[in-house]
């Protein structure tokens, strides 16, 4: 679509009518003059006039904390912060990607994918997405783009997937025919961070930003999870969920993350198995002593915090449905005693005296204990960044004060979970 087509189309009701699903009705106007302020962007940096529009969101991770890469269950939504791309084939060979907020642009040679020295970095990872797509048999080819993320960065809200999910559209869309699904794009993200970031992540985060909506995940297959979209408004029960960034990111813990897949797999290993989902709770807790001293102790409460944790997401997907709310909420604070207590990624080891999420979650839970209603948990990979508050809608405004005090102020997020995954933005107005 020509480039003033496009931001005629931003402005038409089909526009309004999507904006509205994807961030709100009151974020509207802001986000039509945000993907338009995109479009000029492009059109002062690229040369070419057809482009198309995409979105990928962050996600929200509800329940199931690090168990997807031991083939668990998730409880996880797409958030109305998002990634946010205008792009156009090139007909070359090259790549080239502008980040608006990250003020990085760089080029890709699309015969030259192999990974860096340090493995890390933004280049490395679109690599990595690229090889990806050869390695599964699909299709890739030269583009331009300008992207903006208002996701927040290194703070458990998924960032990074959010725009591997955003590339994996654009590529899908230019030279596959749009004929990949969502579990695709997640092996793809999965392998990119995997081998050009030597991170040992699981599938969610992928799923959760590609899928969209409010969904739970069965890993039990990881090339093939089962996810069911659950039906569920939260708005419905006067409630908000709130992300709490506690000021300080977690882009410098890949030791830490890699340490709790490994560990549970090291309980798995005892019993000539590959992951904990291969196992169950009683065969640990039959076995203990030797488990303990083949694995270590703590490798032993992580692999008791999965079992339970694919329990508790049970527990809540059926309590939405059976619309239990309050069993629901009871089951998220459980959900983040046991982070705390048994994963232990509320802070690392080598910086004990860090420890931002541990305060917020203290604050929080006496906030909570004084209202005698709401839930808490930490929320994503841990070790640092976020945490995540459910809250009566009548509670919010007190409770952003009283949290930002402490942690400053703009670092609490109302949020809300919108309807759809990592899309073409043309698609779907047209549908």
Same mark, same amino acid.
């Given at each position: 679509?020509?480039?003033?087509?496009t931001?005629?189309?931003?402005?038409?009701?089909k526009?309004?009518?999507?904006?509205?699903?994807?961030?709100?009705?009151?974020?509207?106007?802001e986000?039509?003059?945000?993907?338009?302020?995109l479009?000029?962007?492009f059109?002062?940096?690229?040369?070419?006039?057809?482009?198309?529009?995409?979105?990928?969101?962050?996600?929200?991770e509800?329940? %199931?904390?690090?168990?997807?890469?031991?083939? %668990?269950?998730?409880?996880?939504?797409s958030?109305?912060?998002?990634?946010?791309?205008?792009?156009?084939?090139?007909?070359?060979?090259k790549?080239?990607?502008i980040?608006?907020?990250?003020?990085?642009? #760089?080029?890709i040679d699309l015969?030259?994918?192999?990974?860096?020295?340090?493995?890390?970095?933004?280049?490395?990872?679109?690599?990595?997405?690229?090889?990806?797509?050869?390695?599964?048999?699909y299709?890739? $080819? %030269? #583009?331009?783009?300008?992207?903006?993320?208002?996701?927040?960065?290194?703070?458990?809200?998924?960032?990074?997937?959010?725009?591997?999910?955003l590339?994996?559209s654009?590529?899908?869309?230019?030279?596959?025919?749009? *004929?990949?699904?969502?579990v695709?794009?997640?092996?793809?993200?999965?392998?990119?961070?995997?081998?050009?970031?030597?991170?040992?992540? $699981?599938?969610?985060d992928?799923?959760?930003?590609?899928?969209?909506?409010?969904?739970?995940?069965?890993?039990?297959?990881?090339?093939?999870?089962?996810v069911?979209?659950?039906?569920?408004? #939260? %708005?419905?029960?006067?409630?908000?969920?709130?992300?709490?960034?506690?000021g300080?990111?977690?882009a410098?813990?890949?030791?830490?993350?890699?340490?709790?897949?490994?560990?549970?797999?090291?309980?798995?290993?005892? #019993?000539?198995?590959?992951?904990?989902?291969?196992?169950?709770?009683?065969?640990?807790?039959?076995?203990?002593?030797?488990?303990?001293?083949?694995? $270590?102790?703590?490798?032993?409460?992580?692999?008791?915090?999965?079992?339970?944790?694919?329990?508790?997401?049970?527990?809540?997907?059926?309590?939405?449905?059976?619309?239990?709310?309050?069993?629901?909420?009871?089951?998220?604070?459980?959900s983040?005693?046991?982070?705390?207590?048994?994963?232990?990624?509320?802070?690392?080891?080598?910086?004990?005296?860090?420890?931002?999420?541990?305060?917020?979650?203290?604050?929080?839970?006496?906030?909570?204990?004084?209202?005698?209603?709401?839930?808490?948990?930490?929320?994503g990979?841990?070790?640092? $960044?976020?945490?995540?508050?459910m809250?009566?809608?009548?509670?919010?405004?007190?409770?952003?004060?009283?949290?930002?005090?402490?942690?400053?102020?703009?670092? *609490?997020?109302?949020?809300?979970?919108?309807?759809?995954?990592?899309?073409?933005?043309?698609e779907?107005?047209?549908q």
């Amino acid at each position: 679509m020509k480039i003033s087509d496009t931001i005629q189309l931003l402005e038409s009701k089909k526009s309004e009518k999507l904006m509205a699903a994807l961030y709100g009705e009151e974020a509207v106007r802001e986000n039509i003059e945000r993907y338009q302020s995109l479009v000029s962007d492009f059109q002062k940096k690229f040369p070419e006039d057809d482009v198309i529009l995409f979105s990928s969101p962050g996600r929200t991770e509800i329940s %199931g904390n690090h168990t997807d890469h031991n083939h %668990g269950k998730v409880l996880a939504g797409s958030i109305n912060l998002d990634c946010v791309g205008v792009a156009a084939k090139n007909n070359s060979r090259k790549v080239n990607i502008i980040s608006e907020t990250y003020n990085q642009s #760089f080029e890709i040679d699309l015969d030259d994918l192999a990974p860096s020295d340090k493995k890390a970095g933004t280049i490395d990872l679109v690599k990595g997405l690229l090889k990806g797509f050869l390695e599964a048999g699909y299709e890739i $080819g %030269g #583009f331009d783009a300008c992207v903006t993320s208002n996701v927040i960065s290194a703070a458990g809200v998924s960032s990074s997937a959010s725009f591997e999910m955003l590339l994996c559209s654009i590529l899908n869309t230019f030279f596959n025919n749009s *004929a990949m699904d969502t579990v695709a794009y997640a092996h793809i993200g999965k392998f990119s961070e995997n081998v050009y970031w030597d991170k040992a992540s $699981g599938l969610l985060d992928q799923m959760a930003c590609a899928a969209g909506g409010l969904i739970t995940i069965d890993f039990k297959d990881p090339a093939a999870p089962v996810v069911e979209k659950i039906d569920f408004d #939260f %708005g419905s029960k006067n409630h908000s969920l709130i992300i709490v960034n506690t000021g300080k990111g977690h882009a410098d813990l890949s030791a830490d993350y890699s340490s709790v897949p490994a560990e549970m797999k090291k309980v798995a290993e005892f #019993f000539g198995k590959e992951v904990c989902a291969e196992i169950t709770e009683k065969e640990v807790i039959d076995n203990l002593q030797e488990v303990r001293d083949f694995a $270590g102790d703590r490798s032993v409460l992580r692999a008791l915090h999965f079992f339970e944790e694919n329990k508790r997401v049970e527990a809540e997907v059926a309590a939405l449905k059976e619309n239990r709310f309050e069993d629901f909420l009871k089951n998220i604070t459980e959900s983040g005693n046991s982070s705390w207590k048994w994963l232990q990624n509320c802070f690392t080891n080598t910086s004990f005296q860090e420890q931002g999420i541990t305060i917020a979650l203290a604050l929080t839970e006496l906030f909570l204990a004084e209202k005698k209603k709401g839930a808490c948990r930490i929320h994503g990979g841990g070790f640092a $960044g976020v945490i995540m508050t459910m809250l009566p809608n009548e509670l919010v405004d007190e409770y952003i004060s009283y949290i930002e005090k402490a942690m400053g102020e703009g670092n *609490a997020y109302r949020m809300s979970i919108r309807p759809y995954g990592a899309i073409c933005f043309n698609e779907i107005i047209n549908q």
